[in-house]
């Protein structure tokens, strides 16, 4: 008896979790979605798993719901999102096809998947938050700097070494995202497709390029 009363429960759980999920729109990553709301299951990797870390791999401590607009003019809503810094991916109680996304919000703070430049000059590919969006992005970077012991746990291991590096990139177009270097030659060079900008940046008396002013540069780019 208990059994059934308990079987019952979890299909009642089940129908009310996906009940709340809305799609719209048509295209291949609709019918992705909704593969996915059918079969999806709380991904295994929990915060708990990693509770006796100090530090914390995701950017959030809760999943946030958040909506996600696809490639082909297609909306998911009612699903809840984290990302994970440590294995560069979204969440969404299973992992994202970042193949199909054009923009992914997760709470306030909102995500795009590109291509960079790594420290290597190699052509690579990760999730950026979008700080300042237009023709010109400013995007920042998360990644987990760790030092593996014999301890740690398979995949999400650290010790109290490891830390999370933040850094700004730079995205024109479709061209690869680059490093962003607060430098006046960095920038003079970046931005030397649009003489107005340069002259902008000549005319400004800056000794320090802090983001706010990277900003207010891109903005007036942008503008142009």
């Given at each position: 008896?208990?059994?059934?009363?308990?079987?019952?429960?979890?299909?009642f759980?089940?129908?009310?979790?996906?009940?709340?999920?809305?799609?719209?729109?048509?295209?291949?990553?609709?019918?992705?979605?909704?593969?996915?709301?059918n079969?999806?299951?709380?991904?295994?990797?929990?915060?708990?798993?990693t509770?006796?870390?100090?530090?914390?791999?995701?950017?959030e401590?809760?999943?946030?719901?958040?909506?996600?607009?696809?490639?082909?003019?297609?909306?998911?809503?009612?699903?809840?999102?984290?990302?994970?810094?440590?294995?560069?991916?979204?969440?969404?109680?299973?992992?994202?096809?970042?193949?199909t996304?054009?923009?992914?919000?997760?709470?306030?703070?909102?995500?795009?998947?590109?291509?960079?430049?790594?420290?290597?000059g190699?052509?690579?590919?990760?999730?950026?938050?979008?700080?300042?969006?237009?023709?010109?992005?400013?995007?920042?970077?998360?990644?987990?700097?760790?030092?593996?012991?014999?301890r740690?746990?398979?995949?999400?291991?650290?010790?109290?070494?490891?830390?999370?590096?933040?850094?700004?990139?730079?995205?024109?177009?479709?061209?690869?995202?680059?490093?962003?270097?607060?430098?006046?030659?960095?920038?003079?060079?970046?931005?030397?497709?649009?003489?107005?900008?340069?002259?902008?940046?000549?005319?400004?008396?800056?000794?320090?390029?802090?983001?706010?002013?990277?900003?207010?540069?891109?903005?007036?780019?942008?503008?142009?």
């Open positions: 008896m208990k059994k059934i009363i308990l079987t019952i429960a979890l299909v759980s089940i129908n009310m979790l996906f009940s709340q999920y809305s799609i719209t729109g048509q295209g291949s990553s609709v019918d992705v979605a909704r593969d996915v709301q079969k999806t299951k709380l991904n295994n990797y929990t915060q708990g798993r509770g006796t870390n100090k530090l914390n791999y995701f950017l401590d809760e999943w946030k719901g958040g909506v996600m607009f696809t490639k082909d003019s297609a909306s998911v809503n009612g699903y809840t999102y984290r990302y994970n810094i440590y294995s560069d991916q979204i969440e969404l109680r299973s992992l994202v096809d970042p193949e996304i054009n923009v992914l919000s997760i709470g306030r703070r909102k995500f795009i998947h590109s291509l960079y430049y790594d420290n290597s190699v052509v690579n590919e990760g999730y950026f938050e979008l700080v300042t969006d237009g023709d010109c992005k400013l995007l920042l970077r998360r990644s987990v700097k760790f030092t593996q012991t014999s740690d746990i398979e995949g999400y291991g650290a010790n109290e070494s490891t830390s999370i590096n933040e850094i700004l990139f730079l995205k024109k177009g479709n061209e690869p995202a680059k490093e962003l270097e607060k430098s006046k030659d960095f920038l003079e060079e970046y931005f030397s497709d649009k003489a107005e900008a340069v002259d902008y940046l000549n005319d400004k008396v800056i000794i320090f390029m802090t983001e706010k002013k990277v900003i207010e540069l891109i903005n007036y780019y942008n503008e142009i």
